[in-house]
């Protein structure tokens, strides 16, 4: 029986010019530097600097840095939404081409040839799933890199270098998972390719090796998205305390209420990028699945990935910040202050709690 013919790939969608948004990010966050100086550091090394300025212009400033952010934010919600959607297109595909190609031809337990043959078709096409795989992820990569860039550039024009260091290290490492990433799935594509298999017995255990090794690879997918969210949590952390430190309860709690679009947005490219590894795994598990069906084998070889939740919702960064902001006001609006930083993190976090 032919095989099924496979869609020509389209070209990714181009990257938006960062340069606007560079612009933005010194205009947004020139205000506060001007104020408070460098806000890497401790809340303690803001008192006495811009309280004025942030009973007056606080929220407005913010408000300017989440929209710059949000912009930043898009671009790359734009790209895991392509990211996924074609992990969704390509899994699909998979499956179908494997539903027309395993069609066993007589009993494949007794003919090695038969077996190679379909062994031949299941790597061929896992293995194409696994190329469309490595590009779908490389297109993310160009992508974040560009949007840190153009963020990094913009701290350090502000004068804000530290944090842009701080952001610069986060998102080399992430960007190194992905890297590990595609490298642990071109290696999955040779073994596969070159896999020379005689037996059953011993199809069996290198079946159940890619499964372990596709579950090993998703884990870098994992590891990008928690150090991208810490990346972008400590830039709005840090520039959100500079002006929260010193305002009464009322006013710290909008600012927060306007900060959490950003952890919002995070929250979702990150459930995103989660969605895109289960369609990464579940394609290569279903095929090998539908392997060792036609073949008949016992017990599957299969590997279940454990599920890997994401971090807490009462991260390290805003919990410490949160204490640090409560130390510098007055003890007789502390308990005022205490609901207000709740709802705050009640309103960052619910939504962390789905993903």
């Known amino acids: 029986m032919p095989d099924a013919p496979r869609m020509p790939r389209q070209a990714f969608p181009p990257l938006p010019s960062m340069d606007g948004v560079t612009g933005k990010v010194v205009d947004a966050v020139a205000d506060i530097t001007?104020?408070?100086?460098?806000?890497?550091?401790h809340v303690e090394d803001w008192a006495g600097k811009g309280v004025d300025w942030a009973e007056q212009q606080g929220l407005k400033a913010t408000e300017k840095i989440v929209a710059t952010l949000e912009e930043l934010l898009g671009t790359v919600e734009a790209a895991v939404d392509e990211l996924l959607s074609r992990g969704i297109a390509e899994r699909d595909q998979l499956q179908q081409a494997l539903a027309t190609q395993l069609t066993p031809e007589g009993d494949l337990t007794q003919s090695e040839m038969l077996m190679r043959r379909l062994l031949q078709k299941f790597s061929q096409s896992v293995n194409a799933f696994l190329n469309a795989a490595v590009?779908?992820?490389?297109?993310?990569a160009n992508t974040v890199r560009s949007s840190g860039?153009?963020?990094g550039k913009g701290l350090k024009a502000a004068g804000q270098k530290p944090l842009n260091d701080r952001l610069n290290a986060t998102l080399s490492s992430s960007g190194l998972w992905l890297e590990d990433l595609k490298s642990q799935l071109t290696s999955m594509e040779g073994k596969l390719a070159t896999g020379g298999i005689k037996t059953q017995a011993g199809l069996g255990s290198f079946l159940q090796s890619a499964s372990r090794g596709v579950c090993s690879a998703s884990e870098g997918i994992s590891?990008?998205?928690?150090?991208?969210?810490?990346?972008f949590r400590d830039v709005s952390d840090h520039l959100t305390d500079a002006v929260a430190s010193r305002l009464p309860a009322d006013m710290t709690a909008k600012i927060y209420e306007a900060t959490s679009a950003i952890q919002h947005s995070v929250g979702s490219i990150v459930w995103k990028l989660k969605s895109a590894k289960r369609e990464l795994v579940l394609g290569v598990n279903q095929g090998i699945a539908d392997i060792a069906n036609a073949l008949k084998m016992q017990p599957s070889p299969v590997v279940a990935c454990s599920v890997q939740l994401p971090l807490a919702v009462f991260d390290v960064s805003l919990e410490d910040a949160g204490a640090r902001v409560f130390e510098k006001r007055s003890a007789s609006t502390r308990a005022a202050q205490v609901s207000a930083l709740l709802l705050a993190v009640l309103t960052l976090g619910l939504d962390a709690l789905y993903f």
């Open 135 to 140: 590009s779908d992820f490389g297109f993310l």
């Open 149 to 151: 860039e153009a963020l």
């Open 223 to 231: 590891k990008f998205a928690d150090l991208f969210q810490k990346g």
């Open 34 to 41: 001007k104020q408070v100086g460098e806000v890497s550091g």
